[in-house]
């Protein structure tokens, strides 16, 4: 443990490492990605602050400047903006823009960060739904899905909650609440499709 603590070895972990731990859980934490293996994660770690090393060369030079380190104080603050802030921020910025078409036809890629269908309709917690679930049994529940409502994200599995129970006529029409309705739990495993209507 010691060892770790070296200014030597600290300073590799802090500039070679740090960056990209710090940028990449940004990014998952935005965007539910597929799960990767340990040796993945700790190459996308390196390669994330490579790349932060090379458009952040100069930052780093500052910190690491005599003037910097004679001033304990604004070191520390610099480290904690260079290792932590500025990565966090890259990755908060990658997560939007990967997310967005017009970039996304830049790259000329169709790749989307978004895992699933599912994650995609449910992923703006604004939606509103009317929705109509084609239950395995023949059976179908209507219900409205807003602000109270909840939808499961990857990696759990694809259930939801809706917070209205609606009566539905023979065509599958929505005609009104159902009294004292609490809402509804669904396992989109006893589903054969479901429908989703603009509220």
């Known amino acids: 443990m010691a060892d770790l603590l070296k200014p030597d070895v600290l300073s590799v972990f802090l500039f070679y490492i ?5 940028a990449t859980r940004v990014y998952t934490f935005f965007n539910r990605s597929q799960q990767r293996n340990y040796g993945d994660l700790v190459v996308e770690f390196i390669t994330f602050s490579m790349f932060y090393l090379t458009l952040f060369f100069w930052l780093i030079a500052l910190v690491n400047s005599p003037d910097i380190h004679s001033n304990s104080l604004l070191y520390n603050i610099l480290i904690f903006i260079t290792v932590f802030v500025v ?4 990755g908060y ?20 960060p978004t895992p699933s269908g599912w994650d995609y309709a449910f992923g703006d917690k604004k939606v509103s739904y009317w929705i109509l679930f084609n239950l ?40 009104g609440k159902v009294d004292k309705t609490a809402g509804c739990f669904i396992k989109v495993e006893d589903c054969r499709f479901i429908q989703f209507f603009e509220n």
């Open 93 to 112: 910025i990658s997560s939007i823009l990967l997310k967005a078409n017009w970039f996304r036809k830049i790259l000329k890629t169709a790749y989307h």
């Open 18 to 22: 740090a960056p990209g731990v710090v």
């Open 87 to 90: 990565p966090a921020l890259l």
């Open 136 to 175: 395995k049994t023949g059976e179908r529940i209507g219900g409205l899905y807003r602000g109270k409502s909840f939808a499961s994200s990857y990696p759990l599995p694809q259930d939801i909650y809706i917070e209205e129970l609606w009566k539905l006529d023979d065509q599958g029409r929505f005609v």
